[in-house]
């Protein structure tokens, strides 16, 4: 018989690392039921939620097919009075369900439509339901729509439609803007916050007519405002967007902008490019809003520079802008007035002051074709005396590619590095650059060119646009098109030139005609572009016959002079000459300069 001792040693007992391992093993196990059962617990209580809010929209949607034709409508909202709510709570299994209802007038085409002359085109309505559950985490509602009709033929009618058609400033259309339409007449009770459909248009049928009572006000996070002005709002000017008239049976379209604001930095310097603080300076500008005495969106508006010289207006509306220096003499400004802004932008612009005088004259002289500055021009002003000066240089210009290539440096209005299936044609009409001939009015589909290297003779120097003249030989849209990419070194022979496009990097090219230039390439002496060509359709060809570079250095004037020494208040005469750019000699005589006079003056090219 075996001892007792010798069967506990022949028993074996689990040890602490086989009893954790154990253990986490089961919790494994159990992890996974608890997650699988939570799983399959969210799918049956999600099912369970959509088979519910399915009911809740059927039973919205019988409820409105049984309901008069007139009366399905949105209290408040509607053109035509309704009965049902914007949005409404129901509660099913002790769960809160939320329930959006949009309501709105469909023109049939099968009748003709408002645009082509149909008088009813209110033939129908859509009917679009949401349902969502307000605490289940829901993040998409559950949707369904559908067409309600009258019973009834149509009838005349003493109301009329309303087209309102959203843009922004390149005349795109917004979409999902908001529309708030309203009547300024007290019988006339009409109130709708509503949205553009993708083509950036909202339509309202049967609306009471009315004499200029519909004001319109059009708005977008992000998005500047644009809005209808009732005849009298300022005073004597008439406004570009008067509040609408709806007329029988007739269909009124209104049309109005917005997109994203834009901002603009004025820096007060003085000719020594010094910065002079405290500067008061009025502003007006961006877009006008009414005319006879014109209103502008930002109209004069009274601000003043900082301590650094500085001041920075955001929020603006896009398009031109002027200002006028108030405690200072204004000597011009970099660009010259006035500033066009674009939208989703800024601007930058040095106005340069000296201390006030009693007269004193600032002249632009501007190409009268392109109403570009023109540089190097003489202007002699005689007051007793001739006091002599000279505009500041605003743009290189080149109109011609002579030459196999390899130049190092841009001659005058010639020159290029290198061209590559691409020709620079002088005999046909259009004459420019061209992509490459290869047979009897065929082009290749594409070439570029690099241009020389233009020095702007120092570091301070800021590019600001590239501008082209295109002649274009095609007559379809979209065969073709130009782009540009731009490249500056501190050095005339750098590595390797680095071509960038409007957003500082390689993957993008400047294509639009008087385009901004990125500031990466600012305090950069050296300069080259590059032209790329290209055709969809080799029967034709995009001609390019002029470039021209647009820029500033710091407190140069492009096109301005300034003069503060008048010696006579009467009798005065300008002599304005660029005939070594082949521009016609101006003289003007009997100016009275009495106080401080900015003007403007215009050069006819003889070419």
């Given amino acids: 018989m075996k001892s007792l001792s010798i069967f506990f040693q022949n028993t074996k007992a689990f040890t602490l690392l086989e009893s954790i391992i154990s253990i986490g093993i089961f919790v494994i196990f159990a992890t996974a039921i608890y997650t699988s059962v939570q799983y399959v617990y969210k799918v049956v209580y999600s099912s369970r939620i959509q088979i519910i809010e399915t009911a809740i929209l059927n039973e919205q949607i019988e409820i409105i097919r049984n309901m008069d034709f007139l009366e399905v409508g949105i209290i408040g909202n509607e053109v035509q009075s309704g009965i049902l709510t914007r949005t409404s709570t129901i509660i099913r299994d002790d769960v809160n369900f939320e329930i959006i209802r949009t309501i709105r007038y469909r023109d049939d085409p099968a009748d003709g439509t408002a645009e082509t002359g149909d008088i009813y085109p209110f033939d129908y309505k859509l009917i679009f339901l949401e349902v969502k559950c307000s605490s289940c985490l829901q993040t998409k509602p559950l949707t369904f729509s559908t067409y309600v009709a009258d019973s009834f033929a149509e009838s005349a009618s003493s109301t009329g439609a309303l087209f309102i058609n959203v843009k922004d400033s390149n ?94 930095t004025l820096k007060t310097v003085n000719r020594e490019c010094i910065s002079v603080p405290d500067v008061n300076l009025t502003v007006n500008g961006g877009g006008i809003i009414a005319n006879s005495s014109t209103v502008y969106y930002l109209n004069d508006i009274a601000t003043t520079t900082n301590s650094s010289g500085e001041n920075i207006l955001d929020n603006l509306h896009w398009g031109e802008y002027n200002f006028a220096v108030n405690n200072y003499n204004f000597v011009g400004s970099i660009p010259n007035q006035p500033l066009n802004i674009l939208a989703n932008s800024s601007q930058v612009a040095n106005v340069v002051v000296t201390t006030s005088t009693v007269s004193s004259l600032s002249v632009l002289v501007l190409d009268n074709n392109t109403h570009l500055p023109i540089s190097d021009a003489q202007v002699t002003l005689t007051s007793g005396n001739d006091f002599v000066n000279y505009t500041g240089f605003g743009y290189n210009k080149q109109n011609e590619w002579l030459g196999v290539g390899g130049d190092v440096f841009y001659g005058i209005n010639h020159g290029f590095w290198n061209i590559s299936d691409a020709q620079y044609d002088i005999v046909n009409h259009p004459f420019g650059l061209k992509l490459s001939s290869v047979g009897l009015d065929l082009y290749t589909t594409s070439g570029n060119l690099e241009s020389a290297t233009f020095d702007f003779t120092t570091v301070d120097v800021s590019y600001t646009k590239i501008d082209w003249q295109p002649h274009d030989q095609s007559i379809l849209t979209g065969i073709d098109s130009v782009s540009f990419q731009i490249a500056t070194s501190p050095s005339f022979s750098p590595a390797t030139w680095n071509f960038l496009g409007p957003d500082g990097t390689s993957g993008t ?34 001609v390019v016959s002029e470039v021209s570079i647009f820029y500033t250095k710091s407190c140069s004037l492009p096109g301005q002079v300034y003069f503060d020494t008048i010696p006579q208040s009467i009798g005065n005469t300008l002599r304005i000459d660029a005939s070594a750019y082949n521009y016609e000699i101006k003289n003007i005589t009997n100016i009275t300069i009495d106080n401080n006079l900015t003007t403007t003056t215009y050069l006819t090219n003889l070419l």
């Fill in 171 to 264: 005349n795109n259309p917004v979409q999902g803007a908001s529309v708030n339409v309203s009547s300024t007449e007290p019988t006339i009770n009409i109130k709708r916050d509503d949205t553009t459909d993708n083509d950036g248009i909202l339509r309202i049928y049967i609306l009471p007519a009315c004499y200029k009572c519909y004001k319109i006000t059009v708005t977008k996070p992000g998005l500047t405002t644009d809005q209808t002005y009732s005849s009298d709002t300022f005073g004597g000017s008439t406004p570009v967007n008067e509040n609408v008239t709806i007329n029988d049976q007739q269909v009124s379209n209104v049309f109005l902008q917005i997109d994203t604001p834009t901002s603009m």
């Fill in 509 to 542: 090219y400047y294509n639009l005609a008087s385009q901004d230039i990125n500031g990466i390439h600012n305090g950069q002496r050296y300069f080259r572009y590059k032209l790329y060509l290209a055709t969809a359709d080799p029967a034709f060809t995009p």
